[in-house]
């Protein structure tokens, strides 16, 4: 049933692409955003790598837009959106840099969030030169922004292991296990 679904959108593409070439790019972006779309659940918050293929198609499409324009001034917005853009990928590629500041960054956009919290006291424990008092805290937060997930409660008692303190470990181990 799935695979007739989508053999009568692709057909249904072919006839829309055949009759109305401008909605090539629409229908396309649309496709390719889809898999990614809040309809689905991600875990994954750095989202930005599955924008490459929307984006693909929708450029198709303000190049037709563009097309309708007079030259001086579709070169004029040409020039002013990559300079834009380039000032865009500039500063995400500054929050990819390192992977503390790409999961600070998603602690800072998802606040409510328990994997980035669990990722960033990952990455401050691998740099190490960070006070534990920062991933303890990270950690705490993950744990009370749900606490019936024991992966912040197992993450707890590592790092209370790693700190030489067996009760506590002890503690959020079984707790973790409940």
Not at 83 to 90: E, F, R, V
Not at 113 to 131: C, D, F, I
Request: no cysteine; hydrophobic share 50%; charged share 25%.
């Amino acid at each position: 049933a799935a695979w007739g679904a989508l053999l009568a959108l692709i057909a249904a593409g072919g006839w829309l692409l055949r009759r109305y070439r401008e909605i090539y790019w629409r229908l396309g972006g649309l496709l390719l955003l889809a898999p990614t779309s809040s309809l689905i659940p991600l875990a994954d918050l750095t989202a930005e790598r599955r924008m490459t293929l929307p984006l693909l198609s929708l450029s198709l499409g303000i190049g037709l837009l563009l097309q309708r324009l007079p030259r001086k001034v579709g070169l004029g917005v040409v020039l002013a959106g990559s300079i834009a853009m380039g000032a865009l990928t500039w500063n995400r590629t500054q929050v990819w840099t390192s992977e503390e500041s790409l999961w600070r960054d998603a602690v800072e956009k998802a606040p409510d969030k328990v994997r980035p919290k669990l990722q960033l006291a990952r990455a401050l424990e691998l740099r190490g030169a960070v006070s534990e008092a920062e991933r303890l805290e990270l950690l705490e937060q993950a744990r009370a922004l749900e606490p019936d997930n024991p992966i912040p409660l197992a993450e707890l008692g590592v790092f209370h292991l790693r700190r030489n303190e067996p009760a506590k470990a002890l503690e959020a181990f079984e707790a973790a296990q409940r």
